[in-house]
């Protein structure tokens, strides 16, 4: 049997085909452009409001909002050396509306150091963009009148100094272990519950020695309590032209900074990972977002998704074989344990 249909009724099904199609059409946008349009981008920092994460991910956020279309909300979520936060983003959906401002610490140092951790950050996470390095200073209480690293090692052989870290494994303790293994010098290390007490000890005097990023250390150089004596990177720091870094002294190359990016659920589609890279490598790139990080010691790094895990797996490798030669003792469970990083 068949049937037929008048012209007119033909017409009228041509156009309300046509009308569905074309509707399809006008939403049938990239993946990435219609994860951004809705809904805010949540950036996870791991450390709390007002430390070198908020000065850092600040300048980013008028970029990314800008390219991305999408507002860029902060969400601080300290805790276990970084690990409280990282498991959040972990455990997030993955559809790029949560990143996590990742550093060494959950990233490179914590898991080797912990009984048992609660991920794995090279397969539960996605890199999508480095962001800086904050090069180590070595800066010695000025009270002690120490005008470089041969003073320095030279008064280590009268008395034993005390250097403080925000806690075991943070990256200033593994910092005083490379210098303290290269120069032959012993400390008496002691770690605090994080950035801010381990502050409030220098000032109180409990403190001789710290291995720390320009960002906490800047306040003491101003105003005349800590002398710093090396930079433990490859090039001098705007903020303290006059410290010379490590190699320039005599001393091989100690190439140790406290280093930060952006990182995804692991099973983020790669078209938001990279549009997501993009926006920030550009934002990177310009005069704003460069001098901003130099203003607290750091050095823009911007790397893409392939590069950064490259790095990660790099300082992977580098601070589990340091961890093994130091003989630090594991500690926790990775999810709420006493682990520490600089703030």
């Known amino acids: 049997m068949t049937f037929s249909v008048s012209p007119s009724a033909a017409d009228v099904t041509r156009r309300t085909l046509l009308r569905v199609l074309a509707a399809a059409a006008a939403t049938a946008v990239l993946p990435s452009d219609r994860v951004f349009a809705n809904e805010p981008i949540r950036i996870v920092i791991a450390f709390p409001p007002g430390g070198t ?7 980013l956020e008028q970029p990314l909002q800008a390219a991305l279309g999408a507002a860029i909300e902060r969400d601080y979520k300290p805790g276990a050396g970084g ?8 455990q997030a959906k993955p559809d790029g509306h949560t990143l996590l401002v990742g550093h060494a610490g959950p990233l490179a140092i914590n898991h080797h150091i912990l009984v048992q951790s609660a991920f794995d950050p090279q397969k539960d996470l996605a890199p999508v963009a480095m962001l800086v390095e904050f090069p180590i200073i070595i800066g010695v209480a000025s009270r002690h009148g120490v005008a470089s690293v041969k003073d320095l090692i030279a008064l280590a052989k009268t008395k034993r100094l ?4 925000s806690g075991n494994g943070s990256i200033q303790h593994l910092a005083a272990e ?13 770690p605090f519950a994080g950035g801010g007490p381990l502050q409030q000890a220098f000032e109180r005097g409990a403190v001789d020695l710290m291995l720390e990023t320009g960002s906490n250390l800047v306040k003491h150089m101003r105003e005349g309590t800590l002398k710093p004596i090396a930079v433990m990177g490859r090039e001098r720091l705007p903020i303290a032209p006059d410290v010379p870094t490590v190699s320039q002294i005599g001393l091989k190359e100690l190439d140790v900074a406290a280093w930060f990016g952006l990182l995804a659920p692991s099973s983020t589609p790669k078209d938001v990972v990279q549009r997501t890279a993009q926006a920030t490598l550009d934002a990177l790139n310009t005069a704003d977002v460069r001098q901003a990080y130099e203003a607290i ?3 823009a790094k911007p790397l893409g998704p392939e590069a950064f895990a490259n790095y990660i797996a790099t300082e992977n490798k580098r601070w589990a074989t340091l961890i093994r030669q130091a003989g630090l ?4 469970t990775g999810s709420t344990g006493t682990i520490g990083t600089p703030q």
């Open 53 to 59: 994460s908020t000065a850092l991910v600040k300048p």
């Open 329 to 332: 003792s594991p500690v926790g």
């Open 83 to 90: 690990n409280v936060a990282a498991l959040q983003v972990v």
């Open 297 to 299: 010691g750091g050095v």
């Open 162 to 165: 005390i250097v403080g870290s």
């Open 178 to 190: 490379v210098f303290c293994r290269e120069t032959g010098i012993e400390t008496v290390h002691i």
